[in-house]
């Protein structure tokens, strides 16, 4: 509880000293940004090296084009923590199954699964041909204890409970629908990267700059508006409209959706914009009964021990959900 407390107490402090840069316009100057992310963010940061050690210091700022390339770095650096989480606890663990939604063509789930072989590895996507053509594309087998599911992550109809929801980067809301689906089924541990906040609640635009980043996200958003309209439940959904941020109840009593879709729109090029909207984020598992690390877009949350004790998988989820379970 008391552990509970401090980190809800580093976070709101992180949150609130970030939203006041943003509504003082200091955002999107790459260097200034890093003093104030350092300055603001120090405690947490702290938490999380504490607890996992290594994480790798990137060459270039995040809101970069170099910043992107190097998302990679970073997968595979959360890719060790989950194998060694996993088996470290793989005895305490309700079941040993891993799911990772919107896994795309299923390339990090595939190497979990081949390190992790005592668990299996359930992958899901809404669009299945990415993963068939990967399939077919790779010389190499897919290791049996991995298993593909065409799933929508706003409606999810795998029945199994996870022992954990892992992600590498789920655009927008499909991060928050991966969150609600891991509270729902009472999953003890979230291990993930967020990415695209720019298209949380809907959005699709983001301010203009003349960066390379910029113009890359823009065409990027161009076919996600095209998605938004032909293709249903891809990307968006109205259960996560721009009303339904900030997530958690300690952010809404600081800002609003307003505010929160103007941040949004300044993700792209702002450190500063993504850990606001990350720590809103962080704050809502905390609400939820998680026990939660940050740093750096990797979110490692971990219910907490009332959660693990009292509540069997299942014992949270809504009807809806219990009746996919027996069907
Ligand atoms: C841009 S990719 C994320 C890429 C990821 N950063 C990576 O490098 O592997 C987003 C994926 O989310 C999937 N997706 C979109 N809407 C979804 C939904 N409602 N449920 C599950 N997956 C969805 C898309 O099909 C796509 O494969």
């Known amino acids: 509880m008391e552990n509970e407390h401090s980190r809800l107490q580093v976070g709101l402090a992180a949150f609130a000293g970030l939203l006041d840069e943003f509504r003082r316009g200091n955002i999107a100057h790459r260097r200034r940004e890093k003093a104030t992310m350092d300055r603001h963010t120090a405690e947490l940061c702290q938490m999380w090296d504490q607890r996992f050690p290594g994480f790798p ?169 095209w998605a938004r309209k032909r293709l249903k439940g891809h990307y968006f959904s109205a259960r996560y409209s721009a009303e339904q941020y900030p997530r958690s109840r300690a952010a809404r009593s600081m800002s609003n959706s307003k505010e929160f879709m103007e941040i949004s729109r300044n993700s792209v090029d702002s450190d500063i914009c993504r850990a606001i909207i990350d720590l809103d984020r962080y704050l809502y598992l905390i609400e939820n009964r998680y026990d939660v690390w940050y740093k750096g877009e990797l979110f490692i949350a971990t219910g907490t021990t009332q959660l693990n004790a009292h509540c069997p998988p299942f014992a949270r989820m809504t009807e809806k959900d219990r009746s996919f379970k027996q069907a």
């Open 57 to 225: 210091q990137e060459r270039f700022a995040y809101a970069s084009a170099g910043g992107v390339r190097r998302r990679g770095v970073r997968d595979a650096y959360l890719k060790t923590i989950i194998v060694e989480l996993l088996e470290a606890e793989q005895h305490n663990l309700p079941s040993r199954t891993v799911v990772n939604p919107a896994c795309v063509i299923g390339r990090h789930a595939r190497d979990v699964a081949r390190r992790l072989r005592d668990f299996r590895v359930i992958a899901t996507d809404i669009f299945p041909w990415s993963n068939r053509l990967y399939e077919r594309a790779i010389l190499r087998r897919s290791p049996e204890n991995y298993t593909f599911h065409q799933d929508d992550i706003f409606e999810p109809q795998v029945q199994v409970p996870p022992s954990a929801v892992i992600f590498f980067g789920a655009c927008g809301s499909l991060s928050d629908a991966a969150m609600d689906y891991t509270i729902r089924t009472g999953c003890p541990y979230l291990m993930c990267r967020t990415c695209c906040h720019d298209n949380i609640g809907g959005n699709t635009q983001i301010t203009k700059k003349l960066t390379l980043l910029n113009w890359f996200f823009r065409f990027k958003n161009l076919s996600y508006s």
